[in-house]
């Protein structure tokens, strides 16, 4: 997963016209280094899409301009639109994930 640490990086990454998956996260979360745990088989199954990873403090701005309230989250961008979120409370396992997942991506 690569890390994105610039607001251009993250503009560019998401005018991708094949959705990408963006994990927005940081280094003080305990859910997030929980996630980090299990979201290897994640991008595993859905190793077909880019999948790239935020860290919503070291690049101030685009978690909120997102919507991103809590972390960790996982949202699909596409030709620079958000198309998909699944907020912090149902990224607590495997299968939230992955089931979040196949209904966004099939």
């Known amino acids: ?3 994105i640490k ?3 990086k993250f503009n560019e990454i998401i005018e991708s016209e094949e959705p990408v998956v963006i994990k927005f996260f940081a280094d003080w979360c ?4 929980r996630m980090d745990m299990f979201i290897g088989d994640v991008i595993e199954e ?7 990873q935020i860290n919503s ?16 989250s996982i949202l699909i961008f596409q030709n620079g639109e958000k ?3 699944q907020h912090s409370a149902y990224t607590k396992s495997p299968e939230s994930v ?4 196949q209904q966004q991506l099939g």
């Open 46 to 52: 859905f190793n077909n899409y880019n999948w790239y």
């Open 6 to 8: 610039t607001e251009e």
């Open 83 to 85: 198309k998909a979120h």
């Open 30 to 33: 305990p859910d997030c280094k």
């Open 57 to 72: 403090d070291e690049v101030k701005g685009i978690a909120e301009k997102f919507e991103v309230m809590g972390i960790p």
């Open 98 to 101: 992955s089931e979040f997942l």
């Open 1 to 3: 997963m690569e890390h």
